[in-house]
C-alpha cells in the first residue's frame, strides 16, 4: 500500500503558543490510523492542520503526493479529505436529510442519490428520521449524522475527531465497528483520534501516541496496545493526579 497523506516535521500554534511540535507521520491508503493522546496533546491541533482549518507555520503536508500548503479547507475537502470535527457540528436547524445533501454540496456527479440510499444503509435510524430537525436526533444519532455527512463528500480519507465522545459503550462499540465497515467495504482511508486507546487501537491498523504536542510513540496497532506505557497511561491505568503530570518522563521510550 502507497503513502495517501505525510505529515513532516509540522508546527501549527495558537498565537504565541506552539500546539505541535515537529509532527511527522504517514497515513497508508486502505488503512484505519490512530492518533492517541491526552486532553491538550493536540489531537484535534493535527486534523485541523491537515484539512486546513489552521495553517502550519512549519513543515510540510502531503496528499496524494501533492502539497496541502496554502489550501483553503474547501479545496482540501475536495480532493477528498473529509473532517468530521470534535462535537458533531451538524446543522441544527436543518433535516437530517438536508445535512446529508450538505455533504455533497461541492460534487457535479450523478450518483449522490445512490450515496444518500447508501448512508441511510449503514445508518437506518437516519433514514427513519429523515425528515426530523437535526436538533432532536440524540448524541449517538448526531454523531452517526456527521459521519454520513462526511461520507457524502466520497472522500478518500476521513478525519475523525473523538467519535466517541459522551456516548454510551453500546454506541461507542456501533460506531467504532461502522468506522471498520466503511474502510473495509467503501475503501475510506481513516485517520481517527482518540482518547478511548481501547476502542481506537482495536479497530486500527496503526498508531501514533501524541504527547505534549509531538509524536512519542509509533507502532503497529497490536504492538502498542500490548506495549507497558500504552497499558498503563492509556488502557485504564491512568492516573490523573501527580503521577498523570509526568506521564512519559519515567520510561522515555519515545526515540
Known amino acids: 500500500m502507497s503513502d495517501l497523506l505525510t505529515l513532516s516535521n509540522v508546527e501549527t500554534y495558537y498565537g504565541p503558543v506552539m500546539a505541535i511540535r515537529g509532527v511527522s507521520m504517514t497515513v497508508r491508503t486502505g488503512d484505519v490510523t490512530c492518533l492517541l493522546g491526552a486532553n491538550g496533546a493536540g489531537k484535534t491541533t493535527v486534523l485541523k492542520t491537515i484539512s486546513g482549518a489552521m495553517e502550519p507555520q512549519k513543515g510540510e503536508i502531503l496528499f496524494n503526493g501533492e502539497s496541502l500548503k496554502g489550501l483553503a479547507p474547501d479545496v482540501i475537502a475536495r480532493r477528498g479529505i473529509a473532517h468530521v470535527p470534535e462535537g458533531r457540528e451538524v446543522f441544527a436547524f436543518l433535516s437530517v436529510e438536508d445535512n446529508l445533501k450538505m455533504g455533497a454540496y461541492s460534487r457535479r456527479d450523478s450518483r449522490v442519490a445512490s450515496d444518500l440510499a447508501l448512508v441511510y444503509d449503514y445508518f437506518p435510524v437516519l433514514r427513519d428520521k429523515r425528515r426530523q430537525s437535526a436538533a432532536l436526533l440524540s448524541g449517538g444519532q448526531q454523531q452517526m449524522l456527521a459521519i454520513g455527512r462526511a461520507l457524502m463528500l466520497r472522500p478518500q480519507l476521513m478525519l475523525l475527531d473523538e467519535p466517541s465522545l459522551g456516548l454510551s459503550p453500546k454506541l461507542v462499540a456501533e460506531i467504532a465497528d461502522i468506522i471498520v465497515r466503511l474502510n473495509q467495504e467503501q475503501g475510506v482511508t481513516v485517520l481517527l483520534v482518540e482518547q478511548n486507546a481501547a476502542m481506537a487501537l482495536s479497530r486500527s491498523d ?42 512519559w518522563k519515567k520510561r522515555k521510550t519515545w526515540r
Open 206 to 247: 496503526f498508531g501514533y501516541v501524541l504527547e505534549n504536542g509531538r509524536i512519542v510513540m509509533e507502532d503497529k496497532a497490536a504492538v502498542l496496545a500490548d506495549a507497558p506505557d500504552v497499558q498503563e497511561f492509556y488502557l485504564g491505568m491512568k492516573d490523573d493526579g501527580v503521577r498523570g503530570g509526568r506521564r
